[in-house]
């Protein structure tokens, strides 16, 4: 079932179009990648997604509520993990992650329990009477995703969550991700970063010039391409002569061979390892190590978009 649904979105400034006719689907209970580089379009999308910027045309409906005709009600439903950060520099984590639960309308006991487990969540609790400004990229980013999820919210839109800061919090923000979406939140992340979209999102979508080219699951969108799979192998001694019988293999769409090592072609669709280690088998050579290097979405960009991803 679509928790968020996007119909002919366009969003111009100027001349320039930001969101250009963008229809998306968003089930629940997924994490939903917006994968795309710099100035593709992907926070003046979330900003229609939270109703904080008026589309040119189209519509957004979280829920089944229309987020331009029924703001309140599809609010309650979102947090915002903003990619500028939104913490007063001034005030403790506490008050930050209080200022924020305030204005989803939270009060008393009920604020305090959920402050308490925001807090505890991204790793604050012990840090929280410490003013914000005191804290360091990767904590001030911990903050923010606090301050947005506090009240709770059924959907949690990350835009561009980890620009910026160092491995340790970069890993402790993915893996609250993926905590947050087993406690049942849908998540979107946005992202220009691919490894990242491709170790936490079950469906991608990617989006350059304002316009969404792909979407599906990542094994859908490399099967899309049909870019090739690489099995890598290194023998203990090459015997050439096996190289025409491996190509005989169906799927196997090219050989190379250097030294005692071999580079195996294969369409992505198929899985000819098996077939590829009964040969050599026949053959009696000895394997000495395997790898396999599967198609990225990095490859994919590539191909639909004719440059690269990062920037
Ligand atoms: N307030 C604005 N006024 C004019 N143009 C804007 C404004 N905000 C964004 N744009 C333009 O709209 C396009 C999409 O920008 P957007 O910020 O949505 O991209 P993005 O994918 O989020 O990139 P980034 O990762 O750099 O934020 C860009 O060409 C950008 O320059």
């Not at 997604?49 to 045309?57: E, H, Q, T, V």
């Not at 936490?200 to 350059?208: A, E, F, L, P």
């Not at 690489?230 to 050439?240: P, S």
């Amino acid at each position: 079932m679509s928790i968020i649904t996007l119909n002919n979105l366009v969003k111009r400034y100027g001349n320039n179009i930001a969101v250009d006719n963008v229809n998306l689907k968003v089930n629940q209970g997924e994490i939903f990648g917006l994968l795309g580089p710099n100035g593709a379009g992907k926070s003046t999308t979330i900003k229609m997604i939270m109703g904080l910027l008026k589309p040119n045309a189209g519509e957004v409906f979280v829920d089944k509520y229309n987020v331009e005709k029924q703001n309140l009600e599809a609010k309650r439903l979102l947090g915002l993990v903003p990619q500028e950060l939104a913490v007063f520099e001034s005030l403790s984590a506490r008050e930050n992650v209080q200022f924020f639960g305030g204005l989803y309308g939270l009060r008393g006991k009920e604020l305090d329990e959920k402050i308490d487990q925001a807090l505890e969540f991204t790793g604050l609790k012990d840090r929280q009477k410490e003013v914000a400004s005191k804290f360091s990229g990767g904590m001030k980013r911990r903050l923010n995703i606090a301050c947005a999820i506090v009240h709770q919210p059924q959907i949690i839109i990350m835009d561009e969550p980890t620009v910026g800061i160092d491995p340790q919090s970069r890993n402790h923000i993915l893996d609250s991700v993926r905590e947050l979406n087993r406690r049942g939140a849908t998540i979107i992340y946005t992202s220009h970063y691919m490894e990242e979209v491709e170790a936490v999102c079950s469906r991608v979508g990617i989006i350059d010039h304002g316009k969404l080219i792909a979407c599906g699951t990542k094994e859908q969108l490399k099967e899309q391409i049909g870019t090739e799979k690489k099995i890598l192998i290194e023998l203990k001694k090459l015997n050439e002569d096996v190289i025409p019988e491996i190509k005989e293999i169906p799927g196997v769409v090219g050989v190379a061979h250097k030294e005692n090592k071999l580079e195996v072609h294969t369409q992505n669709s198929h899985d000819h390892l098996q077939d590829i280690l009964f040969v050599l088998g026949k053959w009696n050579l000895a394997v000495r190590n395997i790898g396999v290097k599967e198609p990225d979405l990095e490859s994919l960009f590539l191909e639909l978009t004719g440059k690269v991803l990062r920037d």
